[in-house]
């Protein structure tokens, strides 16, 4: 049996069950939708507007230039971070990101954390120097490069306002420091670092 729904003017449009068709009832949903959603269904019966779990918007900060800090306590690191705006309800977001590091000091270590907005994410459960990130300066000039992902999943935000991902470090003891982009004791050796946010849909 053919379902024919004709135009105001012209023209029509069919739905069409099978030659042999079982008994089934599928129940549309409220409402249109929004741009780009698709119908899905629960497996019996019920549709509604679903996006897949996929890719929404993909936003990067690149640093190119170097900086330094020999803060005991947690500062950002200027240039790592990035502001994204969600674009649907309830996603999540993929933080890619990639790191160049060196340090000053014979035996300390660099703790970094990344943040949401005002919240330590992808944080360990125990430890008094706890950090998403760390390094031990073992002989001073070492340059390493980092690099983490982390899916924040469903944080809680309100669409049509911001949330800022970023990189924070720390010395864990005075007369050391910390570098982004170049070697510890040779400036010529400069390098890049970039956090990219990725918006996955539910």
């Given at each position: 049996?053919?379902?024919?729904?004709?135009?105001?003017?012209?023209?029509?449009?069919?739905?069409?069950?099978?030659?042999?068709?079982?008994?089934?009832?599928?129940?549309?949903?409220?409402?249109?939708?929004?741009?780009?959603?698709?119908?899905?269904?629960?497996?019996?019966?019920?549709?509604?507007?679903?996006?897949?779990?996929?890719?929404?918007?993909?936003?990067?900060?690149?640093?190119?230039?170097?900086?330094?800090?020999?803060?005991?306590?947690?500062?950002?690191?200027t240039g790592m971070s990035r502001?994204?705006?969600?674009?649907?309800?309830?996603?999540?977001?993929?933080?890619?990101?990639?790191?160049?590091?060196?340090?000053?000091?014979?035996?300390?270590?660099?703790?970094?954390?990344?943040?949401?907005?005002?919240?330590?994410?992808?944080?360990?459960?125990?430890?008094?120097?706890?950090?998403?990130?760390?390094?031990?300066?073992?002989?001073?000039?070492?340059?390493?490069?980092?690099?983490?992902?982390?899916?924040?999943?469903?944080?809680?935000?309100?669409?049509?306002?911001?949330?800022?991902?970023?990189?924070?470090?720390?010395?864990?003891?005075?007369?050391?420091?910390?570098?982004?982009?170049?070697?510890?004791?040779?400036?010529?050796?400069?390098?890049?670092?970039?956090?990219?946010?990725?918006?996955?849909?539910?």
């Open positions: 049996m053919t379902l024919r729904l004709l135009g105001s003017t012209s023209g029509y449009s069919e739905i069409q069950a099978p030659a042999v068709a079982g008994s089934n009832t599928l129940t549309l949903p409220n409402g249109n939708g929004s741009s780009g959603q698709y119908l899905q269904t629960d497996g019996s019966g019920a549709l509604s507007w679903g996006q897949g779990g996929r890719i929404l918007q993909v936003v990067q900060t690149f640093k190119s230039d170097v900086g330094s800090s020999n803060s005991t306590t947690l500062t950002d690191i502001i994204i705006t969600p674009v649907a309800a309830g996603s999540s977001f993929l933080i890619v990101s990639d790191l160049a590091l060196a340090s000053s000091g014979t035996a300390n270590a660099m703790l970094l954390n990344l943040w949401r907005d005002s919240t330590e994410i992808a944080q360990p459960s125990t430890g008094t120097n706890a950090a998403t990130l760390s390094h031990w300066a073992a002989g001073g000039v070492a340059v390493f490069n980092r690099s983490f992902t982390f899916l924040d999943v469903t944080p809680s935000y309100t669409l049509g306002n911001s949330l800022t991902y970023k990189w924070r470090w720390q010395s864990d003891s005075s007369g050391m420091t910390t570098y982004i982009n170049r070697h510890s004791s040779d400036s010529s050796y400069t390098m890049v670092s970039q956090i990219t946010v990725m918006e996955v849909a539910a």
